[in-house]
């Protein structure tokens, strides 16, 4: 989530600079003209390149980041070395084999780009998580690898990138054998997916939402985003593949600015503001009326901090798993309505691009880019969307009489009495307080989490054998599922509980995970990951 997360920061930084200093903005705001404005706002769309154009290196460095348990850091260096490596011995078949590697044909045949400074065959995004996936299972496999005395520098984390250079070198003497036929293969899926016409980001939309509940939405996105699945042409001279992009490249690039643009954002985010600000906060309102008078006010902090999290920060899981599991048909239908927000602003030529989907993409890449960008449509398109989900949910709630935040039935004798709770909190790592003494408040992570309470949901920290997270989920892999208590996690405000497996277990937290994630790590023994 590293690269996920930079390029969501320089896609706005991006769009800021080159909106800014675009002959259309300048035109209306003149001061916007003078040198210093210009110099300043041109500097910020340069910046915003930093991770497009070096994005598959920064994905090579980040898988094996996020998949090593220990010694990160090594694991991520390993990463680079090995995606180098990689591209190295590509470049070395080439020069022996003697291609020409300035033909065109040859160059159209292999893919021949430059690669960090080296001749060598554009395997994009996908060469990139190859790279990552196989350095990930040599660290994990060569971490500790001891040595014979006399070899024993090389032993332990030293091997970890000198098997990645050997394993991958030779993995790129294979590259040219391979990867023509298969780049054949993803253009070919791309023109199906174009010959669907506005079907095609109908299908992505839906396909994202079904595919998030066990975390491969990404591998869907990132498709679409960097490869020619979603897209591919000539910018500015350049060959460019993938729907975002092409969105960026164009939007850099003052020859496309009369350009044809809607193409490369089809599968972006203007098609996700219909539901992200519209129908799911009409989804949170209907489930704020239906909930017990009583319970509304406990709910409202809940419904409020997703409903946020969904229009600020793009990110939906806060929401959609307040009824995953109560109603998994609901949440079917909330994917075809997401569907059909992207066939919708396809169809009304509504583009926007980007990635998030929030209030920030319609402004910066909607209204800063002028109305070509038909931003204006977004907020009628947004409003229809909050009645649907509104009134679809409210009828669904209420017919089905589905238990929604605030419409379970109250538990008799809720709350634990004073020996219990000491024994959760001596379980949990809490202090034992004196006798007489104040009870000790608990130490809340963002204003609301208890990481000592949520570990012991969890099972405590014998449960636990390895700790991580993503945007918004705790992902480990536990002793036993069957040991964690979702009914208290939910009360701790976890918003859901994924068990993929009696050993696998995600919990939905929602975007203060990664302080959440921390404080638990803290509990652990040694402070650390188990």
């Not at 591919?232 to 496309?256: I, K, M, P, R, W």
């Not at 409020?304 to 929401?319: D, F, M, N, Q, R």
């Not at 497996?501 to 939905?508: A, F, G, L, M, Y």
Request: aromatic share 10%.
């Amino acid at each position: 989530m590293l690269p996920v997360a930079l390029l969501a920061f320089c896609g706005i930084i991006l769009g800021v600079g080159s909106s800014l200093s675009s002959d259309a903005v300048t035109d209306n705001l003149t001061f916007l003209k003078g040198e210093g404005f210009h110099l300043v706002f041109t500097w910020l769309a340069n910046t915003g390149q930093t991770a497009f154009t070096f994005l598959p290196v920064l994905f090579a460095m980040a898988i094996p980041l996020g998949l090593a348990r220990e010694d990160k850091g090594v694991a991520a260096f390993s990463g680079f070395v090995g995606y180098v490596a990689m591209n190295l011995a590509v470049n070395f078949f080439l020069t022996a084999k003697g291609v020409d590697l300035e033909d065109k044909e040859a160059i159209a045949h292999y893919g021949i780009a430059d690669v960090l400074g080296i001749q060598s065959i554009d395997t994009g995004l996908l060469g990139a998580v190859v790279v990552g996936v196989v350095v990930a299972v040599l660290h994990r496999r060569f971490r500790t690898q001891r040595m014979p005395d006399a070899l024993a520098f090389f032993g332990g984390l030293r091997f970890v990138p000198i098997v990645s250079t050997l394993v991958l070198s030779v993995a790129g003497l294979l590259v040219p054998l391979v990867w023509p036929t298969f780049n054949g293969w993803i253009r070919d899926l791309g023109e199906a997916i174009g010959h669907t016409g506005v079907f095609g980001p109908f299908f992505f939309g839906a396909g994202e939402v079904l595919l998030r509940p066990v975390g491969l939405h990404h591998i869907l996105v990132a498709m679409f985003r960097f490869t020619d699945v979603g897209g591919a042409g000539t910018v500015c001279g350049e060959h460019v593949s993938g729907a975002l992009n092409l969105f960026y490249a164009q939007l850099n690039c003052d020859a496309a600015a009369n350009g044809d643009v809607t193409s490369a954002t089809h599968f972006l985010s203007q098609g996700k503001m219909a539901a992200y600000l519209g129908g799911l906060p009409g989804a949170a309102l209907a489930m704020y009326h239906c909930a017990r008078r009583a319970m509304r006010p406990e709910i409202k902090a809940l419904l409020i901090s997703g409903v946020v999290a969904c229009v600020v920060g793009g990110i939906t899981e806060p929401l959609e798993f307040l009824f995953l599991f109560i109603a998994p048909w609901l949440y079917l239908l909330h994917a075809v309505l997401v569907g059909l927000g992207f066939l919708t602003a396809a169809v009304l030529g509504v583009f926007i691009g980007n990635t998030d989907g929030n209030v920030i993409d319609w402004f910066v890449f909607g209204v800063l880019q002028g109305t070509t960008t038909r931003w204006y449509l977004v907020p009628v398109i947004a409003a229809v969307w909050f009645a649907v989900y509104y009134f679809l949910f409210r009828w669904a709630i209420r017919r089905f009489d589905l238990k929604t935040p605030g419409r379970e039935a109250p538990d008799e004798g809720e709350g634990e009495e004073e020996g219990e709770a000491e024994g959760a909190d001596e379980a949990a790592g809490v202090p034992e307080r004196a006798e007489g003494a104040e009870p000790v408040a608990p130490k809340l992570v963002a204003g609301r989490y208890d990481p000592a309470a949520l570990l012991d949901a969890i099972g405590g920290p014998g449960n636990i054998r390895t700790l991580d997270n993503c945007i918004t989920r705790l992902r480990m892999t536990v002793e036993d599922a069957a040991r964690l208590d979702e009914a208290r996690l939910k009360k701790l405000g976890a918003v859901g509980v994924v068990t993929l497996d009696p050993h696998t277990v995600q919990v939905v937290i929602g975007p203060q995970v990664q302080s959440v994630k921390d404080a638990i790590e803290g509990l652990l023994p040694g402070g650390r990951s188990a």
